[in-house]
């Protein structure tokens, strides 16, 4: 079973991404240890599966998410957050931090409530849609996140492109074709069948076209694996 599987927003058109975002998890697996904390956690999609490897797992997010509120702790990611000096072994942040303004902040708190030898995991979307409107700030470069974690004190930060230009491409149209899905029932009930096969050729081909035929530059997203010293 897919780490992802009922994630919130997985679904007919986008599930190449969150099988991707499993893969990349699974290769972070054995930092995924002590305590977690996941920070901008929404409903709490992995928080199973992170406890299978981690000891425990603290949940934080703000009050005015446009989730569920699960959160363990409530504060804004934005700002000092309410969690002591070196309390986590692991940090994680996945597709949050484009939606914090102060996002140096943000990556200075997670440095500072890991432990020495802690680790962040942390994915951030690239050529990606604007979504959850207005509080879509920033799109970040494997330069510009090097950057920003060493600022805040990291090291051994490895950036690795989330997929290649023609998986990216295609979800940018499957995002777009779902637009098509309207009209009256039998109308639209048709539009979604005939897209939904269509949705299941593409991600099924795009992978292989990224792994034969490399675009470099051209990414859905970064994860970032960093270390406090």
């Known amino acids: 079973m897919r780490i992802s599987q009922n994630h919130p927003n997985r679904k007919p058109h986008n599930w190449l991404v969150y099988n991707i975002a499993d893969d990349w998890l699974n290769k972070y697996k054995a930092y995924f240890q002590g305590h977690v904390y996941d920070l901008g956690c929404g409903e ?109 004190g990291f090291d051994n930060i490895v950036v690795h492109p989330q997929t290649g230009f023609w998986v990216m491409w295609t979800l940018k149209f499957n995002y777009q074709s779902t637009r098509l899905v309207r009209g009256p029932w039998p109308v639209k009930k048709l539009a979604a069948l005939l897209l939904r096969g269509l949705w299941t050729i593409n991600q099924r081909i795009a992978p292989a076209l990224d792994k034969y035929w490399r675009a470099e ?13």
């Open 44 to 152: 709490m999609p992995y928080k199973n599966w992170l406890l299978q490897h981690a000891d425990q797992y603290t949940g934080v997010d703000w009050s005015d998410t446009l989730h569920t509120l699960k959160a363990d702790i409530v504060a804004d990611l934005n700002e000092t957050l309410p969690i002591p000096n070196q309390s986590a072994d692991t940090v994680l942040s996945l597709s949050v931090m484009e939606h914090l303004r102060e996002p140096q902040t943000f990556l200075n708190e997670a440095h500072r409530i890991l432990k020495p030898g802690g680790t962040m995991v942390l994915q951030v979307p690239f050529m990606w849609w604007v979504h959850e409107a207005p509080h879509d700030y920033f799109r970040y470069t494997q330069y510009g996140l090097q950057y920003m974690f060493k600022k805040a």
């Open 217 to 229: 530059g051209e990414t859905a997203g970064y994860f970032v694996l960093a270390h406090k010293p």
